[in-house]
């Protein structure tokens, strides 16, 4: 079983940066390609970004292509979303997730295992 423990979220203003980080436990994370969602209140949960396994491709939502990256320490289980000029609309809970395969994935239902998510509000 993969546990995924999420951390760095908080309260920023607009423009902001604010990194996230997801912490795997067990010994097969760089077998996962990992993704990053989020949910803001009253929404369904959204797509923001993905990494394979090894790092090698990676895959962004429009609304944050060019703010948010994405990547993965393989060595330290660590996954990690670095967000840049952070808006308003940024705001809801992040959660990490995991794949039982090395290839990205845009669906939510295509991930298998889930953190609690992490909070993260954006003052306008």
């Known amino acids: 079983q993969v546990h995924l423990v999420e951390s760095g979220g908080g309260l920023v203003q607009s423009g902001d940066s604010l990194t996230l980080s997801c912490r795997s436990s067990?010994?097969?994370?760089?077998?996962?390609?990992m993704g990053w969602f989020r949910q803001a209140p009253g929404k369904e949960r959204e797509f923001v970004a993905t990494i394979s396994a090894i790092g090698g491709t990676t895959h962004y939502r429009d609304s944050v292509k060019g703010r948010f990256t994405i990547s993965r320490n393989n060595a330290e289980n660590t996954l990690y979303l670095q967000m840049n000029s952070l808006e308003h609309e940024d705001t809801a809970v992040y959660y990490c997730?995991?794949?039982?395969?090395?290839?990205?994935?845009?669906?939510?239902?295509?991930?298998?295992?889930w953190g609690r998510g992490t909070q993260v509000t954006v003052s306008a």
């Open positions: 067990g010994r097969t994370f760089s077998s996962y390609a």
């Open positions: 997730a995991a794949r039982n395969t090395a290839t990205i994935a845009i669906p939510s239902r295509l991930y298998d295992h």
